[in-house]
């Protein structure tokens, strides 16, 4: 079951494996680097609150970043990324089919120390688009998805990556039984549903 309260994941994990609250959970791993990149984002005046089991920071009403550990290495991923002009090019794609490169990753607390400087320039520049309501055009899509995934995926980076990472068929499942629900309310409450099948591989009707 996944976390609601922020200190858990820090202490424990996200509890979205059976990893959770154990010395092998990632968030322990990583413990050093995850709190140097927490005291960054909350320095940088964002709003920390948790969402998917993750840390997330918002500002103006927008999520602006998330954390999330790993097993080969803890990162930090941008919302809205496409606005990111990114001049020091340190932004990384999270997958093959990601749209844009949306993440910085670290393997060890000195990288994150040493880019502290980029990333508060980042954070800041990510803030002034939330601030002035600007956000990234919508990218093309090869198949018409119901608004509520395309809104879920751009406020949860995994599942956008996931969801995209699927073959064409995989995702046209998702489309069809997403669209034959009547209200937005049963759409969202399917794709919370489908969540971990999504970051699975699997196609809609799969088990």
């Known amino acids: 079951m996944m976390i609601t309260d922020i200190e858990d994941y820090f202490a424990r994990g996200c509890g979205r494996c059976p990893r959770f609250d154990t010395a092998d959970c990632s968030t322990s791993v990583w413990a050093d680097g995850l709190a140097v990149l927490r005291r960054i984002c909350r320095a940088a005046g964002l709003t920390e609150t948790v969402k998917w089991g993750h840390p997330c920071y918002i500002h103006a009403g927008r999520n602006i970043a998330i954390i999330g550990a790993f097993r080969g290495d803890f990162r930090l991923s941008f919302f ?92 046209k499942s998702y489309a069809i039984h997403l669209s034959s629900a009547k209200t937005s309310a049963t759409r969202t409450a399917r794709i919370e549903r489908f969540r971990d099948h999504i970051l699975a591989g699997k196609g809609a009707t799969e088990r």
């Open 80 to 171: 809205d990324a496409g606005l990111l002009r990114d001049p020091e090019g340190v932004l990384e794609k999270q997958g093959p089919n990601t749209a844009h490169a949306d993440v910085i990753r670290f393997t060890g607390t000195t990288q994150v120390l040493g880019q502290e400087p980029v990333i508060i320039a980042y954070l800041a520049e990510a803030m002034g688009y939330a601030a002035a309501g600007i956000k990234a055009p919508k990218m093309a899509r090869d198949i018409d998805l119901p608004d509520e995934l395309v809104d879920a995926m751009d406020a949860d980076p995994e599942l956008a990556e996931a969801f995209h990472g699927l073959t064409r068929g995989r995702r």
